[in-house]
């Protein structure tokens, strides 16, 4: 069986990704909870809805972190998760500008 190339391991940025899947994933599921929150239905008018936006982002986080290891470099989960955080928000505050 060959040996990888250090190039070819996803391993060596595991404490990078991990950082970056905590930070800027929690800022994702924040973004992504927000936009239901205050733009779904009822907007913030319904008490069990808060409950449930609350509950949701643990929900959505830890997919996201999850799935922070499977990029093949920490820079790259980096860049990916930052432009999904700036479309995210860039949406929130386009609805919230038309409201």
Do not use: E
Request: aromatic fraction near 18%; hydrophobic fraction near 55%.
């Amino acid at each position: 069986m060959a040996q990888l190339l250090p190039q070819d391991k996803i391993q060596p940025h595991w404490w990078r990704k991990t950082f970056i899947g905590i930070f800027m994933g929690l800022l994702l599921s924040y973004g992504i909870i927000a936009l239901f929150a205050w733009f779904g239905p009822d907007g913030l008018t319904t008490n069990t809805k808060v409950q449930f936006n609350m509950w949701m982002i643990s929900a959505i986080w830890l997919p996201i972190l999850s799935l922070c290891y499977l990029f093949k470099t920490a820079r790259s989960a980096f860049i990916c998760l930052l432009m999904a955080n700036g479309c995210v928000y860039l949406l929130f505050a386009s609805l919230w500008w038309l409201q």
